[in-house]
């Protein structure tokens, strides 16, 4: 049994992450911005935990005590075409989705070294390794916190700690169901958000969660985890494909 530290476990994803670990006999601690979204939930702990707010973090990762492993969830998305891509926005979703995920792995990486063992599982996406107009300011998050990762994995390993990054395609949580969107007038770019969603091979939130319970318990950890069959086929694309021109998923 390992204790787990999930941050953004309110829905979605998250919640279906904290209920995996509590199924399989974990002792699960559910963190969230608003704890009292987490009262349902099977935990053991549930905590207040802003990945934005460093006071916030210090605190839930005290009340929390022995961490074995670290489920980095958190994070959100907007669409909109680089052009249309406003600066204080993207600002905004790098401080919650990649610094976010950097703040709460700094805080529990002291103890984890004490101990000379703990996992670091960040959930990131396929599109951490290749884009998908109009989502580039979400991919560059996850392109930014692929980096952050990779160099973490290098720097902990002699010290007995793991890290991977879990790379699910589109997920049926409902996250993106009513995405905020921003566009220019007369939007010239207008056709990038004219795709239809049920084109997508989605994958439900317990099929990541399966995956990332299985990283957590497994004996060798990859760098690199892609979560289902549709990311398999896509990162398996990316990597036939040349990096002289744009890789555009199914053409």
Known sequence: ??????????????????????????????????????????????????????????????????????????????????????????????????????????????????????????????????????????????????ALVESLAIEIAPLGLETALLEPGAVSSGALDDVTTYRLPDDPYAALLGGDPAQRQWITPEEVAAGVADA???SALPLRIPIGAPAAAVLAARHAAPDDRPFVPGA
């Open 1 to 146: 049994m390992a204790s787990v530290l999930i941050t953004g476990a309110s829905k979605g994803i998250g919640r279906a992450i904290a209920s995996e670990f509590a199924r399989r006999g974990h002792r699960v601690v559910a963190t969230a911005r608003k704890p009292e979204t987490l009262a349902d939930l099977d935990a053991d702990q549930r905590l207040a935990l802003d990945v934005t707010d460093p006071a916030s973090i210090e605190a839930a990762v005290e009340q929390a005590g022995e961490i074995d492993v670290l489920v980095s969830n958190a994070g959100e998305i907007f669409y909109a075409a680089v052009e249309a891509t406003p600066p204080a926005e993207l600002m905004r979703l790098f401080d919650l989705n990649t610094v976010g995920a950097l703040r709460v792995a700094q805080a529990v990486l002291p103890g984890m070294r004490a101990r000379g063992r703990g996992r670091l599982l960040f959930v990131s996406s396929v599109v951490g390794r290749i884009v998908n107009p109009p989502g580039a300011g979400y991919d560059a998050t996850k392109w930014a916190l692929e």
């Open 216 to 218: 957590a318990e497994i």
